[in-house]
């Protein structure tokens, strides 16, 4: 067992631009998570899935973000036409139902110019 | 909705103790969890209590009570390593288990 597991770890893009990231949870871990941060705030929610369905989206998470889970294991995050204000660190994190612990991963740092 | 609150900053001294409180007001609360975080890295976890009570782990401690919807992470023998950001999060059974943050004290220890 490697962790969570993020890629890329940076990435620029200019404003305008679609990315997409990766998450491989822990892998018995059948809630995922994906959170925001910018520089001196903890982290945002933005999404999670319960194996394969998404069961919650922020309000603050814009049309131009979408996340799957196609298969219950790794999920994706894409953003579309960029802005500067997606520019943060954009975090994967995984735990099994119940109480236990939520593993994060290195996160994605995300820079638009 | 949720509220949580944590300082923003705290200064400490090699070898010293330091006490960093976290107090919330939720709705379905099922436990706390600290987080360390050092700059540029994910969130490593520290510790997780559902129950009333101090837990203890090595250097670090955490407290909880439920009724009074208040936490802390308690550090001894500070290690200059240990300056990073210290992240509380509510955890709750509404809303599938995702966490809620505060927005972390920024813990510098000085020699």
């Known amino acids: 067992d490697t962790g969570v597991s993020q890629n890329p770890r940076h990435k620029i893009t200019k404003r305008g631009q679609n990315v997409t990231f990766r998450c491989d949870p822990i892998?018995?871990?059948?809630?995922l998570y994906w959170y925001r941060q910018t520089l001196g705030q903890g982290p945002e929610f933005l999404t999670y899935?319960?194996?394969?369905?998404?069961?919650?989206k922020s309000r603050l998470l814009s049309d131009r973000f979408s996340a799957e889970r196609p298969k219950g294991s790794f999920s994706t995050l894409e953003i579309q036409r960029t802005e500067q204000g997606d520019s943060a660190m954009y975090l994967c994190?995984?735990?099994?139902?119940?109480?236990?612990?939520?593993?994060f991963g290195q996160g994605t740092r995300l820079t638009v110019v | 909705g949720q509220n949580i609150d944590q300082p923003t900053e705290m200064t400490a001294t090699e070898g010293a103790i330091v006490q960093i409180n976290c107090t919330y007001q939720?709705?379905?609360?099922?436990?706390l969890f600290w987080y360390q975080q050092h700059a540029g890295e994910a969130p490593t976890f520290l510790s997780y209590?559902?129950?009333?009570g101090l837990e203890e782990k090595g250097r670090f401690s955490s407290f909880l009570s439920r009724s009074k919807g208040y936490s802390y992470l308690l550090l001894k023998e500070l290690q200059m390593k240990d300056s990073a950001s210290y992240l509380c999060?509510?955890?709750?059974?509404?809303?599938?288990?995702?966490?809620?943050f505060g927005q972390g004290t920024e813990l510098s220890v000085k020699p």
């Open positions: 892998s018995e871990h059948n809630r």
């Open positions: 999060a509510v955890d709750r059974w509404l809303g599938g288990g995702k966490l809620i």
């Open positions: 209590n559902v129950l009333d």
């Open positions: 899935f319960q194996n394969e369905a998404q069961l919650e």
């Open positions: 994190a995984s735990r099994l139902a119940g109480n236990t612990e939520a593993f």
């Open positions: 939720t709705s379905g609360f099922n436990g």
